[in-house]
């Protein structure tokens, strides 16, 4: 584990960028504090939460504390609970990877029954989800938090197991994997040599950690040693110029790399690996193909539905979110567009944007408040702008913190930090604060 590297910046400014942001804290506190309380919602409703990520149990926490006498239940068999914002810093080898290993039961509001099977289907037409071991569970209304599938079979030869061994990455697969991607780093930056990072196109889950990833490499290479005597590609399934889907932060992007030296290859989707040769194949929307050998390979899988949403009717049947099978949701409501009693939270909603925790913490409030709202037969008025955060580490000790909505637009939410300005304080943000104020978002606090 490495030592975070000294700021730029001087002492006397990180204490005042930190009394800043203790200031910008108190002052949340307090506007919450001061907030006008409505009483709870008496109501009999039967309501179902697939999934105990961090969506499912952040609608369960503030369901309970909105309604009074409702049953509310989360399906879900996975009893870990992990901290994914983390996944990053634990394969760059800032954390260890304890710090993002939990347990869900820790979190489980006392008013919410735990159902500890997986899901293996809907029947939204019957009001009805059932269990892997066939029990049928019926409800008022359901929550759908199953979050999304990677589908690293899609690429093939890959093992995921393997990550770790032969110079092969990934970053999302599981906090394992993020350790054993620092293991594959470590030894890498050692000795240096072609390193190949990878960018599917097609919705993801923090798009942002592909870009964090590359930024990392050829920081621990230069911390090293070894970065003039490497090269460093950057392969992406997305058009020309394009590795970002908010513009000023892609350019933004590709100008540092440039400095950095690291090259972009566009329209190039990672296809195939062969593990033990360290050689990956990629191929151009026309079918061409190309084999590239590499020292250290970064995988980013394409993502979808898991199978349980995309085979059901609650999946989007038209237009752009059909393929992936994400579920149709009403953008700004997040409510089912053709069951009005399902609504949606997370990586699982066929939006526009948001498969990222900050996503949670604008939209939790949006789900919740605009269920209760139904339930209580009065207007839903909670909408959701697309509100996304990626604080975006450019180098140890420094990164970006960038705020934006559906439509692209940056919404910076801190007036001491610059979006596309890099910081200490954003850094600091990222390893420091954002995980307490994820695990408020969980107990359904902010």
């Known amino acids: 584990m490495t030592t975070p590297a000294s700021p730029c910046r001087g002492d006397g400014t990180r204490r005042q960028w930190l009394k800043a942001a203790g200031t910008a804290s108190a002052g949340a ?12 919602i008496r109501t009999s409703a039967r309501i179902v939460i697939a999934g105990s990520g961090l969506g499912g149990l952040a609608v369960a926490s503030r369901l309970g504390a909105l309604l009074d ?23 760059t080898g800032v954390w260890p990877v304890d710090k993002v290993r939990d347990t869900n039961a820790a979190y489980l509001p ?3 029954q735990w159902v500890q099977e997986m899901v293996a289907g809907f029947d939204p037409a019957a009001n009805v989800v059932v269990t892997a071991a066939g029990r049928r569970i019926a409800y008022d209304y359901l929550v759908v938090a199953t979050g999304l599938h990677l589908d690293y079979a899609q690429i093939a030869g890959m093992d995921v197991a393997a990550i770790g061994t032969n110079g092969l990455a990934s970053v999302y697969a599981s ?3 993020a350790a054993a991607t620092w293991s594959a780093l470590d030894a890498f930056r050692a000795k240096g040599g072609h390193a190949v990072m990878t960018l599917p196109a097609g919705p993801l889950k923090c798009a942002g950690a592909p870009l964090k990833m590359t ?14 005597a490497s090269k460093i590609d950057f392969h992406t399934g997305l058009p020309a110029d394009t590795v970002f889907g908010v ?23 990672l296809v195939g690996v062969d593990i033990g040769a360290r050689r990956a194949t990629f191929a151009t929307p026309e079918g061409e193909r190309s084999t590239v050998d590499y020292d250290f390979l970064h995988v980013v899988p394409p993502m979808r539905a898991p199978d349980v949403v995309k085979a059901s009717d609650l999946a989007w049947k038209e237009g752009p979110f059909a393929p992936g099978g994400w579920l149709e949701v009403d953008k700004a409501t997040l409510q089912h567009r053709r069951y009005p009693n399902v609504f949606g ?3 699982i909603n066929g939006t526009p944007r948001g498969k990222t925790a900050a996503t949670v913490k604008k939209s939790a409030p949006v789900v919740a408040g605009n269920l209760a709202a139904l339930i209580a037969g009065r207007p839903m008025t909670e909408t959701f702008d697309g509100y996304t955060s990626c604080p975006l580490i450019v180098r140890e000790g420094s990164a970006m ?29 990222k390893v420091r604060m954002l995980k307490p104020a994820y695990v408020a978002v969980l107990k359904g606090r902010v």
């Not at 006498?69 to 394969?91: M, N, S």
């Not at 930024?215 to 003039?228: I, N, P, Y």
């Open 247 to 269: 513009k000023v932060v892609n350019d933004a992007v590709l100008t540092r790399w440039k400095t950095l030296g690291v090259h972009a290859h566009y329209l190039s989707k």
């Open 29 to 40: 506190v307090a506007l919450a504090a001061t907030a006008p309380v409505r009483a709870r």
């Open 215 to 228: 930024f990392m490499v050829a920081d621990r290479l230069k911390q090293a040693g070894t970065l003039a």
């Open 345 to 347: 939270i997370g990586d």
């Open 175 to 177: 906090p394992q994997a």
């Open 69 to 91: 006498g409702a049953t509310i239940t989360i399906v879900d068999a996975k009893r870990e609970h992990h901290y994914q914002p983390g996944f990053t810093l634990v394969a």
């Open 110 to 112: 006392d008013n919410v």
């Open 401 to 429: 913190l960038i705020e934006f909505d559906y439509e692209g637009r940056l919404t910076p939410s801190l007036p001491m930090i610059e979006p596309l300005q890099e910081s200490y304080l954003a850094w600091l943000m």
